[in-house]
Each structure stands twice: as structure tokens, then as C-alpha cells.
């Protein structure tokens, strides 16, 4: 029996994705957003809502999250997370995003943001989550390498 489209697409997994971008300063610094729900910072972006795409995601994120207009630049890594602790597979899109002129104002989201930084990579892999620091090692391959690099865990 072959069912209908929308009910055949209803059968189907679902997971979730999120979109982040690589913004660096004129010396390289990595800019990281601490939130008000991690304990960990991260690099600005979040959740993509329902249908929209990773690099519209990517640029609302930066402008919710720190106040910048920048235009996501290439994808430098594709990372694919397997479901954990009640939550499904997780979908994940870093793009360049440019280094930010220097005096570049910063504005942080309320309630949300409790603060940024720009750090030197290799201080960023010891303020981020351990997930999140394999995804700055990508990083770093892809912008070493000029490919995209997919990480699967």
C-alpha cells in the first residue's frame, strides 16, 4: 500500500540542527558567547527554527545573540551528533563569518547572553564543552585545509 505524501513524510525520523558562526577579530581571536543556561561558552548561533535554512539561522543568530549584521561566509564543518539523553540526532552547520573591524560594537542578547570574549583558539578549546571543542579542531582543519570537514560522533 503506498501512502500519501504527508503521511508517508510523518513516518519519518526527525532531528534537530543548529547553525554557528567562526567570528574572529584582526589578531584571530575566536569570538565566544557565554549564555545564561550553559555552563560552558560556545560560539554565537542556536537552533535553526522549522524550515529555515543553516546560513539564514547562522546570521539571525549573530544578530539576536551579539548585535552583528554579518553575512555567513563558507561552511567550514558539518557536524553530526547521535541522539542523547532524550535527545535526537543533532544536526550542526559552523560557518565563516569573517573577522570584525576592530571597535566593532558588540551587543549582547538579554536574558540570554551573559557575556562575550575573544580568546586565542587554543584558550577557547578549554572554555568550551568537550562537543563543541572537537568542533573548533574542525575548525581549524577546514581553514588549514580549505575544505569542509564532517565530523560524526
Known sequence: M????????????TFLAFAGAVITDDAGRI????????????????????????HAGCA??????????LE?????VVDWSAPAAGRQAL??????AGPVAPGTPI????GEIADYAFVPPGEALGRVSANMAARLRAVATAQETGTTVYLAR
Open 31 to 54: 569570538l565566544l558567547v557565554r549564555t545564561t543556561y550553559r555552563q560552558h561558552w560556545n560560539l554565537p548561533g542556536g537552533v535553526l527554527e522549522a524550515g529555515e535554512p543553516p
Open 107 to 110: 551587543r549582547l542578547q538579554d
Open 72 to 76: 555567513p561566509g563558507r561552511l567550514l
Open 2 to 13: 503506498v501512502l500519501p505524501a504527508a503521511e508517508w513524510y510523518a513516518t519519518l525520523p
Open 60 to 69: 539571525r543568530e549573530v544578530r539576536e545573540e551579539v548585535g552583528l549584521d
Open 91 to 96: 544536526f550542526g552547520f559552523l560557518f565563516e
